[in-house]
T-cell receptor, first 112, second 112 residues
Framework: GENVGLHLPTLSVQEGDNSIINCAYS??????FIWYKQESGKGPQFIIDIRSNMDKRQGQRVTVLLNKTVKHLSLQIAATQPGDSAVYFC???????????FGTGTRLTIIP | DGGITQSPKYLFRKEGQNVTLSCEQNLNHDAMYWYRQDPGQGLRLIYYSQIVNDFQKGDIAEGYSVSREKKESFPLTVTSAQKNPTAFYLCATIRQGRDTIYFGEGSWLTVV
């Protein structure tokens, strides 16, 4: 259904610290998950992805963890920088029908 | 350059009017998507299309219509039945069998 009126959860982190952003997904049939970063007024930017046959994947300063048992996804950003301030979305995809659904999102603010 | 072109960037609509947002891609991707984003909120799926001449409703299809007559084009019409159309609209594509999703720059629609 529609989520009109819900506002993004927020997370504030001191510059240089690590941050963890969490996401719960709903579809047990989803087999591919993606994290996106969105800056104000722009389209989402791909960060990192993970398939359902994995539980961890690392990129540059970012790590995605997948727990299929509880349908939970997390994004860890190491040594945060001011440029990391943005809204972060998780997305899930079901290869059975190509439907791509986004989570609510979290606004990350890096405190200098 | 290959990419996704959304137009117009900004659009003003009078109440009771239908408006059409354009999405064109030259990436030769099969799947195309339309999302709506309200200020401070996440992306909600309106419609998606896996192949030409076929499309499926997303989570908030009421008041919207689409067509997919060509692989390159997936226009979205916001009809007068959509009572609260003011939002940021994003078009996206994925190539069949691949995972990376590409987003357009988005279109801002305002009802005046």
């Amino acid at each position: 259904g529609e989520n009109v009126g819900l506002h993004l959860p927020t997370l504030s982190v001191q510059e240089g610290d690590n941050s963890i952003i969490n996401c719960a997904y709903s579809n047990s049939a989803s087999d591919y998950f993606i994290w996106y970063k969105q800056e104000s007024g722009k389209g989402p930017q791909f960060i990192i992805d993970i398939r359902s046959n994995m539980d961890k994947r690392q990129g540059q300063r970012v790590t995605v963890l997948l727990n299929k048992t509880v349908k939970h996804l997390s994004l860890q950003i190491a040594a945060t920088q001011p440029g990391d301030s943005a809204v972060y979305f998780c997305a899930e995809k079901d290869f059975g029908n190509e439907k791509l659904t986004f989570g609510t999102g979290t606004r990350l603010t890096i405190i200098p | 350059d290959g990419g996704i072109t959304q137009s117009p960037k900004y659009l003003f609509r009078k109440e009771g009017q239908n408006v059409t947002l354009s999405c064109e891609q030259n990436l030769n991707h099969d799947a195309m998507y339309w999302y709506r984003q309200d200020p401070g909120q996440g992306l909600r799926l309106i419609y998606y299309s896996q192949i030409v001449n076929d499309f499926q409703k997303g989570d908030i299809a009421e008041g919207y219509s689409v067509s997919r007559e060509k692989k390159e084009s997936f226009p979205l019409t916001v009809t007068s039945a959509q009572k609260n159309p003011t939002a940021f609209y994003l078009c996206a594509t994925i190539r069949q069998g691949r995972d990376t999703i590409y987003f357009g720059e988005g279109s801002w629609l305002t009802v005046v």
